[in-house]
């Protein structure tokens, strides 16, 4: 399963994106960057996660795909679990998943200016009532299969209520570009 490269949980995506580049250093490839949102009935932010991993290899692929045009940034799915193990680059599925859906309006997005080699994927999770919910993963897919998880997160763990919202947002950022 994907090994959380943490040294210690970042409190933003430029601090994710810092320890992300130092782990990675002189390295050629993609991570995933991860901002978890827990959001109640009122609107406000009540919790937030930030953490990064490595795309696994059959995300490796599908953005080898994507950077040659035989693919396009498209159709695909976020999910979320309760698993906690750490996993590999061979982890092609959730540890245990609780919801999947599709992204939310206007997403995916490619980054901007310096960033512009960053892809933002983000779902918003609502009416789950779920204890420990700590991993997230992006799917090309809307059914559960072990074939299409592109990347895979863990991160501490949250716990919902049907009043609170989870927000996932997945930064893909390819290294050495």
Request: aromatic fraction near 10%; glycine fraction near 12%; charged fraction near 20%.
């Amino acid at each position: 399963m994907f090994e959380n490269y943490n040294l210690h949980e970042p409190s933003s995506f430029i601090e994710a994106k810092k320890q992300a580049a130092r782990q990675f250093q002189g390295q050629i490839g993609l991570v995933g960057i991860i901002n978890i949102k827990k959001i109640n009935a009122f609107g406000e932010v009540v919790e937030e996660r930030w953490t990064y991993n490595k795309v696994n290899d059959h995300g490796d692929n599908y953005w080898a795909d994507v950077m040659s045009g035989t693919a396009a940034r498209n159709g695909t799915f976020m999910s979320i679990g309760s698993g906690t193990n750490g996993g590999s680059k061979a982890t092609f599925k959730l540890e245990f998943e609780i919801a999947r859906g599709a992204m939310d309006t206007a997403y995916p997005q490619v980054g901007a200016g310096a960033n512009d080699n960053d892809t933002i994927y983000r779902r918003t999770f609502t009416g789950l009532t779920a204890n420990g919910v700590a991993e997230a993963g992006l799917f090309r897919v809307v059914t559960l299969d072990t074939g299409s998880c592109i990347e895979r997160g863990t991160f501490t763990g949250v716990n919902l209520t049907s009043a609170d919202s989870l927000q996932v947002t997945t930064t893909i950022t390819n290294l050495g570009v």
